[in-house]
């Protein structure tokens, strides 16, 4: 089945790249936009972001052969239910969220009798809001679609050429694997993110301003990713809150080895340690998730 009207509901970072990506990637595809608020509506047709910007949700996803919700995940199954009027039988309902057991248990819940084949571009930037996107956000990067067990190989496989039409490469699995997968390479690194500069903002009144006026790399690198859209990674740590829990345990099991290696005095530990996790960074490079250039590829 082909892909020839596209509907994104939600026109932040992720929604406003898919359809800048779509309209330099897929001239033959129209892009319909929707945002729930007005102000990024008025935003997204000053920057032409779609071929139109819906007043509402259910006229955004009328004819449209695919339907992305790219929404934060809490708000998945509330914006589902505003559009559901307008989506016509056969379309392709999809989504960007981080988590996707339960975003796919919402979406189905609140579309009964519509296809729902969930997937994730593992891609991002620390910014939001629809000016914040660009076309080659999807570029090398992974789309993990986790469709059900009955969802027809024919849709599949054009969500599937879809994502690799924006530059994205492909992987299906299973959700609640892609739930755990994600949770320890997303979702554990931000909620640590989050706590190490919570705790140095209120050790900075303490120190003077030195937390900041001194930061180091690894600490400029947490504030990064700790300027992350809070809306959205409240409502990820919330889905995903059994895997992420997992994680965290065995996060806190390790950090406690560490502990007693420092206690002790155990540099055999500690350096064997840093040495495993020294080539897992090595195996990133190599895989073209990162590169190798100096201080992450940063212009001084």
């Known amino acids: 089945m082909g892909i020839e009207r596209v509907t994104i509901v939600g026109l932040g970072l992720i929604g406003s790249s898919i359809a800048r990506a779509v309209k330099a990637r897929l001239p033959g595809v129209t892009a319909v936009g929707y945002d729930a608020s007005e102000a990024v509506r008025d935003t997204a047709r000053e920057l032409g ?11 955004a996803v009328a004819d449209a052969d695919l339907v992305i919700f790219a929404v934060p ?4 199954a509330d914006a589902a239910r505003a559009a559901a009027p307008g989506l016509k039988a056969g379309v392709i309902v999809s989504d960007v969220g ?25 891609a991002g930037t620390e910014n939001s809001g629809p ?39 492909v992987e299906t699995m299973d ?9 320890v390479t997303s979702h554990l690194p931000h909620l640590i993110a989050y706590t190490i500069v ?11 301003s030195e937390v900041i006026k001194y930061s180091a790399g690894g600490f400029r690198d947490f504030t990064r990713i700790a300027a992350s859209d809070p ?25 406690t080895v560490l502990q007693q290696a420092i206690r002790r005095g155990d540099a055999d530990k ?17 895989q073209g998730q990162d590169d190798a250039a100096p201080d992450f590829g940063r212009k001084h």
């Not at 972001?49 to 006229?59: E, M, P, S, V």
């Open 98 to 122: 981080s988590s996707k057991a339960g975003v796919g248990a919402a979406l189905r819940a609140a579309l009964p009798g519509h296809l729902v084949i969930p997937a994730h571009p593992v």
């Open 73 to 76: 995940v809490g708000g998945m």
């Open 270 to 286: 500690l350096e064997d340690w840093f040495t495993r996790t020294r080539a897992i960074r090595r195996s990133i490079i190599e």
């Open 131 to 169: 000016a914040a996107g660009f076309a080659s956000l999807f570029d090398g990067r992974w789309c993990i679609v986790t469709p059900g067990a009955d969802a027809p190989g024919d849709a599949v496989a054009a969500l599937i050429a879809f994502w690799q039409a924006l530059g994205a490469k």
């Open 231 to 255: 809306v959205m990674w409240r409502d990820v740590f919330l889905a995903n809150k059994d895997a992420v829990l997992a994680t965290l345990q065995r996060f806190n099991e390790d950090l």
């Open 198 to 208: 919570g705790t140095a903002s209120e050790l900075e009144e303490v120190t003077e």
């Open 49 to 59: 972001l779609c071929d139109t910007i819906a007043g509402d949700a259910a006229a």
């Open 175 to 183: 959700a609640a694997h892609h739930d755990m997968v994600l949770a």
